[in-house]
């Protein structure tokens, strides 16, 4: 059974910093290109950040210099470090992993950027 679990949302204030983590299980890991979407209410779903097998990055605009996403092999986890977060970036976060035509996407996970 495939999971992608991920954790680290919450409440923060503008200008804070959090790092999301999301584990996969069932899914041969080290092969996935893995990245981080969000989506905020009433907005469609968008690509924040993407690692291939070997660790090449890419990032949307709105979040280059911001935000770091990462990748564990050994453990089967992605990371998505947030710094000076945003009101904008307030946005339910999921995890996705992807190989050749099958993909998996994980539950999701809440940001709320506000004062």
């Known amino acids: 059974q495939v999971q992608l679990v991920e954790s680290g949302g919450g409440l923060v204030q503008p200008g804070g910093s959090l790092r999301l983590s999301c584990v996969a299980s069932?899914?041969?890991?080290?092969?996935?290109?893995m990245a981080w979407y969000r989506q905020a209410p009433g907005q469609q779903r968008e690509l924040v950040a993407r690692i291939t097998p070997y660790s090449i990055t890419d990032y949307a605009v709105s979040v280059k210099g911001r935000f770091t996403i990462s990748r564990d092999n050994a453990k089967n986890t992605l990371y998505l470090q947030m710094n000076s977060l945003k009101p904008e970036d307030t946005a339910v976060y999921s995890c996705?992993?992807?190989?050749?035509?099958?993909?998996?996407w994980g539950q999701g996970t809440q940001v709320t950027v506000s004062s």
């Open positions: 996705n992993a992807r190989w050749v035509t099958t993909e998996y």
């Open positions: 069932g899914i041969g890991f080290t092969h996935y290109d």
